[in-house]
């Protein structure tokens, strides 16, 4: 270890998620049969009239600087936006273009939270939400969830964890890992409480369109028009419109936060791209039926998952998600069948290496990602963005390798 690094660098850890597709690529250009349902990505490719857009952007030569919170025309897009499909009044200067959702959740965290700040996190939650409070200097307080309420937190939950030193609260709906997502009526019982104690509400939204069975999302700041002052949305371009790769986020927020959140990432990293930021105005401004034909794709493939897992002796899917494209069941009463699973520390991490060990996996190797990273070690998370084939493949596997570590 080099002793030039501050004892943050030191602790820090790399994504659990990233580090499962990095493990899965060096397998495949082994030869290994791996198959990966551990993406946090959509498996279909960003739209036609978006690329076009890019390609558009460069030949007219639109490669220099562009202001540091973002292109005008695609700040008063995503005002647009949030106006009329959030249900959130906002003005282009209350808005913010940043390097991908992260961003847009790291830059708000590092401008609203002080040393020693306790941030309130449901478990299970989305793996970097820890470590970016912790290099803000604050302290994520977590506030354990149950399938009970299908993962998610009330009023009650909120009574037994706000202490003088909160600051903060972190919501994500519809939720990474789990697929739950927050009705109307529990967002408004939270926010109304949450209010009451001046606690400031970030809301990450990035799979907002991603919802199920008529289920309707709502933003919690549109329940609160009076309150606006309270609430950070963050969100992304990446998931609505398979735009991974592009790294385009934005938030939400009052203006003098945005002013900040824009000098922060004038000194860090200047500008957005350029053109990933014209590709992203044409994703606003163009044709909205992309995400619609993803979503029922989704759909199917959920249901798919869902059946397939009720025949693993074990593995618990104890609700179909409301939204996202993950799949988080429960492993209790496979660790309760296996001394092999009891016996180790982590058994969301064991069951995931056995997963990518050829000499358990015999009939070949898949990749999911242990529950342990998002905050549940009973858990893992399953991404069914990838073809039904696959999944019926992965999944086969993924019952192959519980079946192996059951006692006899």
């Not at 007219?60 to 008063?76: A, C, F, N, Q, S």
């Not at 897009?77 to 009044?89: H, R, V, Y």
């Not at 309150?227 to 003098?256: C, H, Q």
Request: charged share 25%; with cysteine; proline share 5%.
């Amino acid at each position: 270890m080099s002793k030039y690094l501050n004892k943050l660098s030191s602790k820090l850890k790399p994504s659990a998620t990233l580090s499962v597709k990095s493990r899965a690529s060096q397998l495949k250009r082994d030869g290994v049969s791996v198959i990966d349902l551990s993406a946090g990505e959509p498996d279909s490719d960003t739209p036609e009239h978006i690329k076009e857009a890019a390609i558009k952007a460069l030949k007219d030569g639109k490669t220099k600087y562009v202001p540091v919170p973002g292109i005008p025309e695609l700040r008063e897009a995503i005002a647009a936006k949030f106006t009329s499909k959030n249900n959130i009044p906002t003005s282009p200067a209350e808005t913010i273009v940043t390097n991908g959702g992260k961003s847009s959740l790291y830059l708000a965290l590092r401008t609203c939270i002080e040393e020693g700040d306790e941030i309130l996190v449901p478990t299970p939650y989305w793996v970097s939400y820890p470590a970016m409070i912790e290099i803000v200097g604050g302290k994520p307080v977590y506030i354990k969830t149950t399938t009970d309420t299908r993962y998610k937190i009330t009023v009650k939950d909120l009574e037994k964890h706000i202490t003088n030193k909160t600051k903060a609260i972190l919501i994500n709906s519809p939720s990474n890992p789990t697929g739950s997502a927050y009705t109307k009526d529990e967002l408004h019982a939270l926010g109304s409480y949450l209010l009451e104690k001046n606690i400031l509400i970030f809301s990450d939204e990035v799979y907002e369109e991603l919802v199920f069975d008529d289920f309707e999302q709502y933003s919690i700041a549109s329940l609160f028009p009076n309150d606006l002052d309270n609430f950070i949305t963050v969100n992304a371009f990446s998931k609505t419109w398979s735009m991974t790769g592009w790294r385009v986020g934005y938030t939400r927020a009052p203006e003098k936060i945005i002013s900040a959140m824009s000098k922060y990432q004038g000194q860090l990293s200047s500008n957005v791209n350029s053109i990933a930021q014209y590709a992203a105005h044409a994703a606003l401004t163009g044709p909205q039926d992309f995400y619609e034909e993803l979503k029922k794709s989704f759909q199917k493939r959920m249901n798919l998952g869902d059946e397939i897992i009720k025949e693993i002796n074990g593995v618990d899917l104890h609700f179909k998600p409301s939204g996202a494209f993950f799949l988080f069941p429960r492993i209790d009463e496979l660790v309760k069948q296996s001394s092999k699973l009891q016996e180790c520390e982590n058994p969301s991490m064991l069951l995931a290496e056995s997963l990518l060990d050829e000499k358990i996996a015999t009939e070949g190797c898949l990749a999911l990602v242990p529950g342990l990273p998002f905050g549940d070690d009973m858990s893992i998370r399953v991404s069914y963005s990838n073809s039904e084939e696959n999944i019926r493949e992965g999944l086969k596997r993924l019952k192959v390798v519980c079946e192996k570590l059951i006692d006899a």
